[in-house]
């Protein structure tokens, strides 16, 4: 009956031994995955920024060929430096967003991190906000 239970003992040491070194491997990626959750956040959170910028400078050609077409009664912006520059400006932003997203599918690549898994993660902390709100 000693025996048993010295063995007994034994593979429960061994199981829970396994157990804890499972818990940290866990643990360690998880918290690697919420860095790079972290990460991909402040990175939509730019390409936001840049969405609003590029919106703005879409709202100034806008305004720039309206008077330009109404006023001036022009519709050839050939040599007008102004509506280039903005066009300019327009696929500078374009290129930064493009740059962003790239790096988004790049830190998914690289840590498996799926749509699914950021979806997840955002709706978590949605429902965490609303409990502590009520």
């Known amino acids: 009956m000693n025996k048993l239970w010295d063995d007994l003992k034994d593979n429960m040491k061994e199981w829970s031994a396994s157990a804890v070194e499972k818990a940290e491997e866990i643990s360690r990626v ?3 995955k919420g860095e790079e959750f972290t990460k991909i ?3 939509r959170i730019e390409i936001l920024q840049l969405q609003k910028e590029k919106s703005k400078d879409y709202e100034k050609l806008g305004g720039l060929v309206y008077h330009h077409a109404q ?3 022009m519709a050839n912006f050939t040599g007008n430096t102004e509506f280039f520059e903005i066009i300019k400006q327009i696929n500078k932003v374009g290129r930064e967003i493009i740059k962003k997203e790239q790096n988004i599918i790049e830190i998914k690549k690289a840590y498996g991190i799926e749509d699914i898994d950021i979806d997840k993660s955002y709706h978590h ?3 965490d ?3 502590e709100e009520e």
Do not use: G, M
Request: aromatic share 0%; no cysteine.
């Open 30 to 32: 998880a918290v690697a």
């Open 41 to 43: 956040s402040k990175i």
């Open 71 to 73: 006023d001036d009664n």
């Open 125 to 127: 902390q949605r429902e």
């Open 129 to 131: 906000e609303l409990t």
